[in-house]
């Protein structure tokens, strides 16, 4: 499946931004979707997952209760909602998928597919 991820872009601090991940040439509906982020000299990321039924979501703590992952089957893509943004939130920002999540959605190794990424920048 290929993966397009889009909605980055230039937000001041607090501000907020939608990301989105659509599926071409194949639904989603068969994938659990993450997304990652990785900062200009960090390492990678686990930002938000949401399961194949849209009914689990995971987030680490660096972005709980100001992100929020969500899908529309009908639309075959998955969000991510950005409030609150930090300047430590700038990063590209890329969602995966993967075709069954367990206990280890946090881990980029267990995603098949990536998207290329959009940049996030956030302006203090």
């Known amino acids: 499946v290929q993966l397009v991820d889009s909605g980055g872009g230039l937000v001041q601090a607090v501000g907020s931004l939608r990301l989105s991940c659509a599926a071409a040439?194949?639904?989603?509906?068969?994938?659990?979707i993450g997304w990652f982020r990785q900062a200009s000299g960090k390492e990678r990321e686990f930002v938000a997952a949401i399961s194949l039924s849209g009914s689990i979501t995971y987030y680490p703590d660096s972005v709980k209760g100001r992100f929020t992952i969500s899908r529309d089957k009908a639309k075959n893509t998955v969000y991510l909602h950005m409030n609150s943004l930090k300047p430590e939130d700038t990063a590209v920002y890329c969602c995966?998928?993967?075709?069954?999540?367990?206990?280890?959605?946090?881990?980029?190794?267990?995603?098949?597919?990536w998207g290329r990424g959009t940049q996030v920048t956030v302006s203090s």
């Open positions: 040439g194949r639904t989603f509906s068969s994938y659990a």
């Open positions: 995966a998928a993967t075709s069954y999540i367990g206990t280890y959605y946090y881990m980029a190794a267990k995603y098949s597919y």
